[in-house]
């Protein structure tokens, strides 16, 4: 039985957490003795994994690997701005390597015939010095937008080529990140989600929005990334120009950002118009009994919520981000510039023709996922 270790820097709910745990579900787990290694313990995702499955979190010295600098030095926490400052310096320095076979051997008790970085950045780090057999590199990041390790670009180009293959959940991410790094090989394999689970989820609890507006709403973190302060820019916009009197907008989720985004409302006095929900442990309801799904990223890899809500048979209205076009193909949703004026726009355009989102949501009729080829081929993987 091959032994498999995955990595992750925290398991905080997200995209990357939510990937692994889908396919630790449906690949046959019988065939191999899987672990996870979580650097920080950080966050309260993977507790509904099957017994099999270890996991087993990092020493001390990881303790800052999944926060930013600057939000380290916010936190005024002695004790974890030494560990993120030390941290840095190692990789500064290139010294890293050495002190990551040290902490292997306080955390790690055997030898894996595969060993997968599920998430980028650091996490290349501790399976690139590792004595595995097999190495992959699993890409979730648009590497033109958001380089997390551009900061250190010639100690990563090394620890790159120390990997077998770089795995991409996109052609576009692939293509993206080859711009910067050379890899010894390459392959795509897109994320893989839980059709069930996302469609029972959906019918569980009850949603009522007004049946008198176009209820619009957005799922994620509220962080830059996601782009929710330009979407409230926007929606103001909209507002002094009287367009919104049949529009509400429903966010669902939290993050750094939340009080920041709560005052961009209040400020425009928006409160009638944007609802914060706050994070849901299933947000499918929510998203099914919208009319239109909004992505105001400012960039993405392969977007989760995206897959989730075609699932769920609605449409989308999304800023121009990487695999997008992949996804969506010109039938699920409208794709526009990546911008306010962008978001701007293609909002105005649905609400004066509201006729638009029938298109779409006839063609999501015939939309489905096949996951088959997608747990095929990651068994391959873990069977070469």
Request: hydrophobic share 40%; glycine share 6%; aromatic share 10%.
């Amino acid at each position: 039985m091959k032994k498999v270790l995955f990595v992750v820097d925290e398991r905080r709910m997200g995209g990357v957490s939510v990937v692994l745990q889908d396919i630790l579900k449906f690949i046959n787990i019988k065939k191999y003795e899987i672990d996870i290694m979580v650097l920080h313990n950080h966050g309260d995702y993977f507790e509904n994994l099957d017994k099999s499955i270890n996991l087993i979190y990092g020493t001390q010295f990881f303790e800052a690997v999944d926060y930013t600098l600057k939000e380290v030095l916010k936190s005024k926490n002695i004790k974890l701005i030494f560990h993120k400052l030390y941290l840095v310096f190692l990789l500064k320095t290139k010294l890293i390597g050495r002190k990551i076979v040290k902490e292997r051997k306080k955390c790690l008790t055997k030898k894996y015939d595969v060993e997968i970085a599920f998430k980028d950045g650091i996490t290349a780090a501790f399976t690139g010095y590792g004595d595995s057999l097999r190495k992959y590199h699993w890409l979730h990041t648009d590497y033109t937008i958001s380089n997390p390790v551009s900061k250190y670009s010639k100690l990563f180009q090394e620890i790159y080529l120390k990997f077998d293959k770089i795995i991409g959940v996109s052609n576009d991410v692939i293509k993206e990140f080859l711009k910067y790094y050379k890899a010894n090989d390459t392959d795509v394999v897109y994320n893989l989600i839980d059709k069930e689970k996302i469609i029972s989820g959906s019918k569980k609890d009850k949603v009522n929005y007004p049946k008198d507006k176009l209820n619009l709403v957005t799922v994620g973190r509220m962080h830059y990334q996601k782009g929710y302060d330009r979407l409230i820019e926007v929606l103001n916009r909209l507002n002094i120009e009287n367009k919104l009197s049949n529009v509400l907008v429903h966010i669902v989720g939290d993050g750094p950002d939340e009080l920041k985004l709560r005052d961009l409302v209040s400020k425009y006095n928006l409160q009638d118009k944007i609802k914060f929900l706050g994070r849901k442990a299933n947000p499918y309801p929510y998203i099914a009994n919208a009319d239109l799904f909004l992505l105001p990223s400012r960039y993405e890899a392969y977007s989760i919520v995206v897959l989730e809500t075609l699932t769920l048979k609605v449409p989308i209205l999304a800023c121009r981000v990487l695999s997008i076009e992949e996804t969506l193909k010109g039938k699920y949703g409208i794709v526009v510039e990546n911008s306010e004026e962008g978001l701007y726009n293609g909002i105005l355009g649905i609400i004066e023709n509201q006729n638009t989102l029938k298109k779409y949501s006839d063609n999501l009729k015939k939309y489905s996922y096949n996951i088959n080829d997608i747990i095929k081929k990651i068994e391959n993987l873990l069977d070469e």
